[in-house]
T-cell receptor, first 115, second 109 residues
């Protein structure tokens, strides 16, 4: 299994600003994923990030709003740009199990509040 | 992509067996069925996965009928610590798995 850490664990930001969330994995992984979970709701996949290529975004999410970096096989960042109160959510990163390919390990999440 | 339907919530008492059913009528031949558990303020955690018939591990069993249009997650002898949201996912290519609404299980003493 993989151990994932995220920074920051939570933040309160003003509208119009940007926040970069870091995701660190304790092993090298090919695929990393970013999810958003709004209060009391299920998880929504934002994008898939492979090292060495541009992230693939799901419908409703665009690179200008959620730029993603994947500089190496253990690290990724998600930036939430030009924030509004509607961006208040928990943002989670996850990685695919390299052996089974059917299991994902999730980080603890970053709780973002935009005022 | 196969859409899943689960009960929004369920109540149970400690020591009981809990069965949560998920409907996935348009499941494809290559799709697997996977269940995740999520506690408050934590990321989801993998519970069990299966393709057909029955799968059992140390924490749960997964029953899948022959037509595979539904599946049932069985949690034996639940405790208060099993209070969580349980998600059923269907797919074959993991980066295209989508979480449904989930079932909020409330275990009472």
């Amino acid at each position: 299994s993989a151990v994932i850490s995220q920074k920051p664990s939570r933040d309160i930001c003003q509208r119009g600003t940007s926040l970069t969330i870091q995701c660190q994995v304790d092993s090298q992984v090919t695929m990393m994923f970013w999810y958003r979970q709004q209060p009391g709701q299920s998880l929504t996949l934002i994008a898939t990030a492979n090292q060495g290529s541009e992230a693939t975004y799901e419908s409703g999410f665009v690179i200008d709003k959620f730029p993603i970096s994947r500089p190496n096989l253990t690290f990724s960042t998600l930036t939430v740009s030009n924030m509004s109160p509607e961006d208040s959510s928990i943002y989670l990163c996850s990685v695919e199990d390299e052996d089974s390919h059917y299991e994902q390990y999730f980080g603890p999440g970053t709780r973002l509040t935009v005022t | 992509l196969a859409k899943t339907t689960q009960p929004i919530s369920m109540d149970s008492y400690e020591g009981q067996e809990v069965n949560i059913t998920c409907s996935h009528n348009n499941i494809a031949t290559n799709d697997y069925i996977t269940w995740y558990q999520q506690f408050p303020s934590q990321g989801p955690r993998f519970i069990i996965q299966g393709y057909k018939t029955k799968v059992t591990n140390e924490v749960a069993s997964l029953f899948i009928p022959a037509d595979r249009k539904s599946s049932t997650l069985s949690l034996p002898r639940v405790s208060l610590s099993d209070t969580a949201v349980y998600y059923c996912l269907v797919g074959y290519n993991f980066n295209k798995f989508y979480f449904g609404s989930g079932t909020k299980l409330n275990v009472k003493p």
